[in-house]
């Protein structure tokens, strides 16, 4: 088949900005302050940011190297460094792909529903009795169609027409959002009580593992690392970019938002007195604290709401496309598909996929868990393994197109065994627990 040439992005802005829409998204909003409620608070948040750092960071750079070195999605990218012996974990990649999104896209359902009716109706004081409704059934059901059918409409317009445009036009304005909630937050009587909470540490909580399997998940998730995403979007960049400083940028834009959210969060919690509706986190927390604050705030918390919800929609839109765009890409370069064609019978399927998260988050729950700590950090073991010890010279690969900073064999060897050791060390606890979360399902 007379193949096209290969999309690329238009700018080394729109680049960055697509990477973090990418990580950006629930997780930092949603995800990471369940989380850190969950985990006693600072000393979560130093983990999770040590292992962004030491462990995070060095798999990111590896997936961009991986992406722009080969010129292709993830199963033939593993193929062009490693032989078709790697094939499968380039599958594996995109099963992920098709989970992530498959509840991601629920989740992102919750968060168009409250953005349009918080803005228009305000927001409903007794989230509590009425979020199961939200959240299951029908109406669940018809939020996550619409938030597919949207992510589908943008990714089958292409690299640079969908994903950059979108990207370059919504990441600002959900900059300012959160920025600009953050001091109103800030301005709210009892304010004191969340950041308290939120930044004083508690250090024997990471005598915990539990702690340290949340902590390492949540830094996987919200870099979108482990399933090629990355790699993905890398594939489309010309070869001589600089990719130690677009991957520090990306995680400083993720972290610098997540940590941010969390000014938001919390405040605005302690200064309404729900702190104590947290205690019970579940996936639901935020879904159901945050509004009863917006309901007692009265008419300003229309707008603020209104804001901290559009925010999440937008955030959780550059995220999705990201995942369908492994599959869609996937389905391209392996099986000959157009780009329309991918992205629409991808995105109904995965669509179809999520019909069980919709209708019990018991199982949206179990789907995250297998997906984060399973897929997730197994992926970033085994694109260490693949990075450090397989490929050729991958400190070569990195440094085409820069000077190649000093610390690439640092890199390499934080790769060969850090990386692994702590990834293995993690999903060697990591996987029964999972296991026991699915079996309680049935
Ligand atoms: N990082 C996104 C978030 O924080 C979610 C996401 C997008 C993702 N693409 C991914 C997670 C790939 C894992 C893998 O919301």
Redesign the pocket.
């Known amino acids: 088949m007379a193949s096209l040439p290969r999309e690329q992005w238009s700018s080394r802005y729109g680049f960055v900005m697509a990477a973090v829409g990418?990580?950006?998204?629930?997780?930092?909003?949603?995800?990471?302050s369940y989380l850190t409620a969950e985990n006693g608070g600072a000393a979560f948040v130093v983990l999770y940011l040590a292992i962004t750092l030491v462990v995070g960071l060095p798999v990111l750079l590896a997936e961009l190297t991986l992406g722009r070195g080969a010129q292709k999605s993830p199963i033939r990218a593993l193929a062009h460094f490693g032989g078709n012996r790697w094939k499968p974990l380039g599958l594996v990649f995109v099963a992920?792909?098709f989970l992530?999104?498959s509840y991601?896209s629920v989740i992102a359902g919750w968060t168009v529903r409250y953005a349009l009716s918080g803005i228009v109706f305000g927001f409903d004081g007794d989230a509590a009795a009425n979020f199961g409704e939200v959240a299951t059934g029908w109406d669940a059901f018809g939020f996550h169609l619409a938030f597919m059918a949207g992510t589908i409409y943008i990714v089958a317009h292409g690299v640079s027409g969908g994903i950059e445009r979108t990207a370059m036009i919504l990441m600002p304005a959900l900059f300012a959002i959160v920025i600009a909630l953050a001091f109103y937050a800030s301005t709210l009587e009892g304010a004191g009580g969340g950041y308290a909470y939120y930044l004083e540490t508690d250090f024997t909580k990471l005598s915990e593992l539990d702690v340290w399997k949340a902590a390492a998940g949540q830094a996987?998730?919200?870099?979108?690392?482990?399933?090629?995403?990355?790699l993905t979007f890398a594939s489309y960049l010309d070869r001589n970019s600089n990719l130690p400083a677009e991957s520090i940028v990306i995680a400083v834009a993720?972290v610098g938002i997540?940590f941010i959210a969390g000014l938001v969060v919390f405040p605005m919690i302690y200064a309404l007195n729900l702190s104590s509706d947290v205690g019970e986190s579940t996936v639901g927390a935020l879904f159901i604290t945050l509004p009863k604050a917006f309901a007692e705030m009265g008419g300003v918390g229309r707008g603020v709401g209104g804001l901290f919800f559009v925010a999440l929609v937008v955030?959780?839109l550059t995220?999705?496309i990201?995942?369908l765009e492994?599959v869609v890409s996937a389905a391209i370069d392996g099986l000959g598909w157009s780009r329309r064609f991918a992205a629409v019978v991808l995105g109904a399927t995965i669509a179809v996929i999520g019909i069980p998260s919709a209708w019990n988050t018991n199982i949206l729950g179990a789907v995250d868990e297998v997906?984060?700590n399973i897929f997730?950090l197994g992926g970033g073991f085994a694109l260490a393994i693949f990075v450090g010890w397989w490929m050729a010279d991958p400190e070569g690969e990195v440094a085409q197109g820069t000077s190649g900073p000093f610390w690439l064999p640092i890199w390499r060897n934080l790769l060969r065994f850090a990386v692994p050791l702590f990834l293995g060390f993690v999903l060697y606890f990591a996987i029964p627990s999972t296991w026991r979360t699915v079996a309680s399902l049935f």
């Open positions: 990418s990580a950006v998204g629930l997780g930092n909003m949603w995800r990471f992920a792909g992530i999104l991601y996987f998730f919200s870099l979108s690392l482990g399933m090629g995403a990355m993720d997540a955030g959780a995220s999705a990201s995942l492994v997906a984060n997730l």
